[in-house]
């Protein structure tokens, strides 16, 4: 099993009703692409003071680094992407 995660730094001006949108965006993608195993994402609501100005996040699962490469091109992940760097100014990516 292999973990994407992607934290996220919403804009400014972005609201948290679009941010809310867009989570929903991006936990619909494990019904549209079979390769994602499991979903689990959301606003940070640390207390530890360690965010580093990342507003919400996101992890998946997949099998192996395989699928999550035949996952980067698929037409809905391009699509929740635009959408992410419209609402963010900064994204951080990492796969355990």
């Keep these: ?3 994407h995660v992607v934290l996220m730094q919403k804009k400014s001006e972005t609201s948290e009703a679009q941010m809310d949108e ?5 936990a619909a993608l494990k019904k549209a692409i079979p390769d994602i195993r499991d979903f689990q994402g959301g606003k940070n609501v640390s207390i530890e ?7 919400h996040g996101f992890v998946m699962t997949f099998d192996s680094t395989e699928k999550i490469a035949a ?8 699509k929740a992407g635009a959408r992410v760097k419209e609402l963010c100014d900064s994204v951080l990516v990492m796969d355990f």
Excluded: C, D, I
Aim: proline share 9%; aromatic share 8%.
């Design 1 to 3: 099993m292999v973990k």
């Design 71 to 78: 996952y980067l091109p698929h037409p809905e992940h391009k």
């Design 49 to 55: 003071g360690m965010a580093r100005g990342y507003t």
């Design 22 to 26: 867009l989570m929903s965006q991006l």
